[in-house]
């Protein structure tokens, strides 16, 4: 099940993507000076890039490949290490140990997002990026998390893949950290099936992302450069179509943005209503996070199994793509060393917070990522009131 762009998709995705048919340039690369060569992926780049407020962006084919852009330029190889929370969705592990680094896994807080205060004891010499992830539409604690990177003498890499519209203290998440990374899924809050983007402030980031992108190219060439190749790079170019897609979506976000906060207003003043004494919900670091979901966290694990149970939905240590706890393939790997970054039950703290919590759906409805019971971006005041209600019966058979 799908995040809120792909509820609305309609006319202006359809006649992006005809235009594109009709022009006959398919690759992000044609001819420069042919009027009907689009460059659809490029005006993405510039529009994503003004949206976030950075100074250049890389539009390419997924959230997994911008963070493995997004890591190589910031040079992490073998013998590097990333800080990384443990709830996330695997991608953000996975990418680490693609490009040859080591992720180290930190703790979470009361906002499931990265605990700063768990990063100082984590800190190697061989330690070079914080990767904080903007969990569930949640902004992350970023003034302690880049005062712990300045400190440090660390870079930041923002997974803002489940974040795209949130700010934090008024930037916009992807412009903190040294380089930010996104994802345009069919969970996410806009789509283009797949797709992804990479934003940076720094030139030479940039050309380093941008490389790794394609084949070690510089930025936005419009043809083979021999000789000007900077870096080894794959392919992980975004196409016309994709990037047409991309833009008829991108011109919804406000629009996407206002109703997931209505929507989450009402759900969540009317489970608040209901009067539940010890029902608490998780820490919002900022109001202007995504608004695509509710975090509610009960008491105990015994309560919030019960509750999941009633409402044929996951308590969020059960969602299995975002568990350390559930990625047999991570906690079976080796590195070159020997050294065996996971462990199961190594984070105490985020496993008491995930086994507590149940995420209920406003914009996301994913039951991989435990938000299977909820509504939606197009669910009417007396479907948020009725979901409201089946959710309290479900929760006052358990506590009151
Ligand atoms: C936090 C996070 N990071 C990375 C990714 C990877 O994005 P993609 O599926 O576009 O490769 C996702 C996607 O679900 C995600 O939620």
Not at 82 to 98: D, E, K, N
Not at 221 to 242: A, C, D, P, Q, Y
Not at 319 to 345: A, C, I
């Amino acid at each position: 099940m799908p995040g809120p762009g792909a509820f609305l998709i309609g006319d202006e995705e359809r006649r992006e993507v005809e235009e594109v048919l009709q022009s006959g340039y398919l690759s992000r690369y044609g001819k420069e000076d042919d009027p009907r060569f689009l460059k659809k992926v490029v005006t993405l780049e510039q529009q994503f890039a003004e949206r976030i407020g950075t100074s250049y962006c890389i539009a390419v084919n997924g959230g997994t490949g911008a963070l493995m852009a997004s890591l190589v330029a910031l040079n992490v190889g073998p013998g590097v290490e990333v800080l990384v929370p443990g709830y996330t969705f695997v991608a953000s592990l996975s990418a680490i140990i693609a490009v040859g680094g080591t992720p180290i896994l930190t703790e979470i807080d009361d906002s499931l997002t990265m605990d700063p205060g768990d990063l100082e004891s984590k800190i190697t010499e061989r330690t070079r990026v914080i990767m904080p992830i903007h969990m569930l539409g949640n902004p992350c604690n970023m003034d302690k998390i880049m005062q712990v990177a300045n400190a440090n003498n660390l870079l930041v890499l923002e997974d803002c893949c489940q974040s795209l519209g949130a700010s934090y203290k008024g930037k916009p998440l992807g412009s903190i950290g040294d380089i930010g990374a996104f994802s345009m899924n069919v969970n996410k809050t806009i789509t283009s099936g797949d797709g992804g983007l990479v934003t940076t402030g720094d030139r030479h980031l940039h050309e380093r992302a941008f490389g790794y992108h394609d084949q070690g190219h510089m930025p936005l060439r419009f043809g083979v450069e021999i000789g000007k190749r900077s870096i080894i790079g794959i392919n992980l170019r975004m196409n016309e179509l994709t990037g047409a897609f991309a833009l008829g979506q991108l011109k919804k976000l406000d629009t996407i943005l206002t109703l997931l906060t209505q929507k989450k207003e009402v759900f969540k003043r009317a489970i608040i209503d209901g009067g539940i004494k010890n029902l608490g919900f998780r820490k919002i670091n900022d109001p202007e996070e995504c608004h695509t979901l509710i975090t509610v966290i009960f008491p105990n694990k015994e309560v919030s199994q019960s509750v999941a149970k009633t409402l044929h939905t996951r308590i969020v240590s059960d969602s299995d793509w975002h568990v350390y706890n559930n990625m047999e393939q991570l906690l079976s790997y080796t590195d070159n060393d020997g050294f065996r970054p996971f462990k199961r039950n190594m984070l105490p703290k985020t496993d008491d917070i995930l086994e507590r919590a149940i995420n209920l759906s406003v914009g996301v409805v994913d039951s991989g990522l435990g938000a299977g019971f909820g509504i939606n971006i197009l669910s009417d005041e007396k479907e948020i009131h009725n979901k409201a209600e089946q959710f309290l019966e479900a929760v006052s058979k358990e506590i009151n």
